[in-house]
Structures are given as structure tokens and as C-alpha cells.
């Protein structure tokens, strides 16, 4: 493979990835690695590397949009933000002293279940009615946007604060132990427990990986792990990806990122059951 079809390869699959990460609120890693690792044998540590380039390049390419379009909620994702990052130093602080197989096992039947209950939900455009809980009302956790698809304002409130919370912390931890991204839990946590609409999960989701990466992306570019040339096209891609699924997302409904979801969390979910498996 020449050098420059090489780079075009890059440029289009780490596209698709932006496209894939924007709408659905998720870094670009479940495409960004298996091409790099399994297709063009990079090695596992700088596709790691490329990975983190490609959520930051994810967020900042769609996050601007959706705040524009006050899809996203800041309130909710900078609280949601204590959760993920304490838990990720813990998964860090705790990295080699707990069993890794076991964890695998557990996220993957988790997210099974979480797919199964987004089944269920699949058909439901808006959440309705919700009563936040006290916590939530004193935090302010609400908004409103325009929503496109439906041609009209929708408002909202979130509710279960404190259990999402758990949850940013649990998928935090997660994240550190097992090196996984986090987005398909902060996606289901604002749908599922504080009951926000699917749009306003996946754009916040979309702010909060790209403040978890910038976080970490130090660490990967002082072990070396970050190769320009080969991050390089990455990010360009991902970045041309997510401004076209920015764009795109505003004029879907609920309904269908819903249904979409579901297919990208069985795919994560038989991954981790996979690798609790093989140990």
C-alpha cells in the first residue's frame, strides 16, 4: 500500500467514525482501532494514541454545533463530569490489583440488559412528563431546544441526579480499569435515569468525551503513543466526519438515534463478553 493510499484509507474510515461518534454521542474508537489494529497492523499502543486524537477531533468537531443548537446541555455534563473523572483516577489508582475478566463480564451482560430496555423504549420520541426529584430542581438540571425533525420547542427537566452520578462514577472506573470508552454509558444514563430526550444525551455525551479525553490525552503523548503521521489524517477525517453528523443529527428523530443505538451497544457488549471469555 503506497503512502498516500495509505493516508486516503485513514481519511475515509476515521470520516465514517466522526459521523458514527457525533450522532451517537460516542468517540470514534469503535471504528478508529479494529481498522488500525486488525486492517493496517498498527501496533495496539499507538492506535490507542490515534484513538484519543479521534474523540477530542469528535467533540470538537460536533460540540460547537450542538451548543449553537443548545442541544447540549453544560449543566448537565460538567455535573455529570465529577462522576466520570473520579471515577476514572480510581480505575487508574486501582488498575493491577482487581481482576479484569470478571469486570468484562459484568459491563458486558450490563449492556445487554441496557440494550434490551432501550428495545423496549425504542418508539418513544420524547420521554413525557418527568418530575425531577429535589436534587435535580435545585441543581437547575433543565432546558429547551428547537427541534427540527419535529418543527417545534421542546422543554425538559432531568431527574435521578445522584444515581446518574453512580453511574458516571461506576463507567468512570470502567474506563480506567478496563480501557474503554465511556460515551455508551453517559448516553445511557441521561436517557435511561435522568430521562433527558435522545438528542440531548448523545450532544452532551459528545461535550463530556471530549473534556474525559483532553484529561488524558497527556499522558498518551508524553509515553509516545501519539504518532503525527499517523494521527494526523485520523483527526483530519473524524473532524470532516462529525461536522457532517452534527449536522445530520439535528434533523433525525429520537426515535431512529434510538433504534440505531441499540446495534452499537450489543456490538460493545459482545466485545467485552468476548474478552472476559478469552480472559
Do not use: W
Amino acid at each position: 500500500m503506497t503512502a498516500l493510499l495509505f493516508v486516503l484509507c485513514l481519511v475515509a474510515v476515521s470520516g465514517v467514525a466522526g459521523l458514527i461518534g457525533s450522532i451517537m454521542g460516542l468517540g470514534g474508537g469503535i471504528i478508529v482501532i479494529p481498522f488500525l489494529t486488525l486492517v493496517l497492523g498498527v501496533p495496539i499502543r499507538l492506535a490507542l494514541g490515534a484513538s484519543i486524537v479521534s474523540v477530542i477531533a469528535t467533540s470538537s468537531g460536533a460540540a460547537s454545533s450542538y451548543v449553537a443548537d443548545r442541544l447540549t446541555n453544560l449543566r448537565v455534563g460538567m455535573f455529570l463530569e465529577l462522576g466520570t473523572t473520579t471515577g476514572a483516577v480510581t480505575g487508574a489508582l486501582l488498575a493491577g490489583l482487581v481482576p479484569t475478566r470478571g469486570l468484562y463480564l459484568l459491563f458486558g451482560l450490563l449492556l445487554i440488559y441496557s440494550a434490551y430496555s432501550l428495545f423496549q423504549r425504542r418508539q418513544q420520541e420524547l420521554p413525557g412528563p418527568v418530575e425531577p426529584d429535589r436534587f435535580s430542581r435545585r441543581l437547575n438540571l433543565r432546558g429547551e431546544y428547537y427541534d427540527q425533525a419535529l418543527g417545534q420547542r421542546i422543554s425538559y427537566r432531568a431527574t435521578c441526579a445522584l444515581p446518574a452520578l453512580a453511574t458516571m462514577y461506576g463507567a468512570g472506573i470502567a474506563s480506567g480499569l478496563l480501557g474503554i470508552g465511556s460515551g455508551v454509558f453517559k448516553v445511557l444514563a441521561m436517557d435511561g435515569l435522568m430521562r433527558l430526550p435522545m438528542k440531548v444525551s448523545t450532544a452532551t455525551s459528545n461535550f463530556m468525551i471530549g473534556v474525559t479525553a483532553a484529561a488524558s490525552a497527556g499522558v498518551y503523548f508524553a509515553r509516545g503513543d501519539v504518532n503525527p503521521l499517523l494521527a494526523g489524517p485520523v483527526a483530519l477525517g473524524v473532524l470532516l466526519g462529525a461536522r457532517v453528523g452534527a449536522h445530520l443529527m439535528t434533523r433525525l428523530r429520537n426515535t431512529f438515534l434510538r433504534k440505531a443505538f441499540i446495534p452499537i451497544l450489543l456490538y460493545i457488549a459482545v466485545e467485552m463478553l468476548l474478552r472476559g471469555i478469552r480472559g
